[in-house]
């Protein structure tokens, strides 16, 4: 990976949430590297599959790269139902209705 791809990723992983979007010539500006270098560096990683670059310059992450660098899911193991059994009172009740 050239380092201005390194550098552009490192800058728009602290800058961009994994869901959100973001200009790679600005986020290039805060980390040193001029427009065209920044645009070079998101194309090389839009190559790579871990940008999405849009029509207006902006650019996202790839689902697949959101998928691999985004927390495990918490595994969710469901609670045994409990066998609820009659109390003695409802029993007399129901004999007592029958008859």
């Not at 791809?5 to 986020?27: H, M, Y």
Request: glycine share 6%.
């Amino acid at each position: 990976m050239p380092p201005e791809a390194d550098t552009l990723l490192t800058a728009a992983l602290k800058s961009a949430t994994l869901r959100g979007s973001f200009c790679p010539a600005t986020v290039g500006a805060k980390v040193g590297l001029d427009k065209f270098r920044a645009l070079a560096a998101a194309r090389w990683l839009a190559n790579a599959g871990v940008l999405v670059l849009g029509f207006d310059s902006s650019a996202e992450f790839s689902p697949e790269y959101r998928k691999a660098q985004s927390p495990p899911e918490p595994v969710v193991v469901a609670k045994p139902k409990r066998k609820i059994r009659p109390s003695a009172k409802s029993l007399t009740a129901k004999e007592s209705h029958r008859g």
